[in-house]
Structure formats: C-alpha cells, structure tokens
C-alpha cells in the first residue's frame, strides 16, 4: 500500500472519519433525509387529509322516494369523527331508494360532497 509510506494508520483514519463525516453532512444527503421524513409523515396519519369516502353502516328508517333519499341511524364513523347518529343521504346515480325498506340493514361507500352533503355511492356486502 503506498498510502502507508506517507500517512500513518491514525492518519488515515482520521481522513478516513472525515470523508464519511463530510458525505454524511453534505447538502444531497441531508436533502434525502428530509423528502424520507416528509414522505413519512404523508404516509402516517395526517390530520390534515381530508378524507372524503368511508365504508358506512347502518340501518335505514326511512325511505324517501321522491328525492331518492334516505334516512339512516349510522354507527360512527372514526374517520370523520363523527358518533351514532341519524342523518340523511343522497344516492348516486343508478342507485334507487325503492330497493330498500325501513329497517332493513346497510354497508354502503359514503361520500361527502359538500359539508352537509352526503352521498352513497355504492352498496357494500
Ligand atoms: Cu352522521
């Protein structure tokens, strides 16, 4: 090794720890580690993130034909903090409240499409 001819082993070890040192320090590296956290943080519960389609259960109270609406007694839903409650929901396209009688019970895709808004977009087994 020619290295050894000029440099002692404590010498080049001390180069040795600066390069990692200086590498680990660079703007690069410390430019990944921060878009890792960021991607991190998008991937774990963000408060933020609005989440606007949940799997709803409940069971239905009333059927209202003419709006094509019903009324529905949900259990809560986590994602929008949102407890028991009754409320009433739209049905999409192609989905018709006369399939269904009061009483009978649901899983359904809920969709929030404005803040008092809600509509089912698709029924659920
Ligand atoms: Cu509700």
């Known amino acids: 090794m020619f290295f050894t001819a000029k440099y002692s082993p404590a010498t080049l070890a001390v180069l040795f720890l600066a390069l990692v040192v200086s590498f680990m320090l660079s703007p690069s590296s410390r430019a990944t580690e921060m878009a890792h956290q960021s991607e991190h943080q998008h991937s774990g519960m963000n408060m933020n993130e609005i989440v606007d389609e949940v799997v709803v259960v409940g069971v239905i109270k009333r ?11 949900h259990e809560p839903i986590p994602e929008w903090t949102m407890s028991a409650m009754q409320m009433k929901f739209n049905l999409a396209d192609g989905l018709s409240a006369t399939d269904f009688k009061p009483g009978q019970q649901i899983r359904a ?17």
């Open 63 to 73: 059927i209202l034909p003419e709006s094509n609406q019903l009324i529905v007694q």
């Open 109 to 125: 895709r809920l969709k929030q499409e404005h803040m008092m808004t809600f509509t089912i977009t698709q029924w659920l087994k």
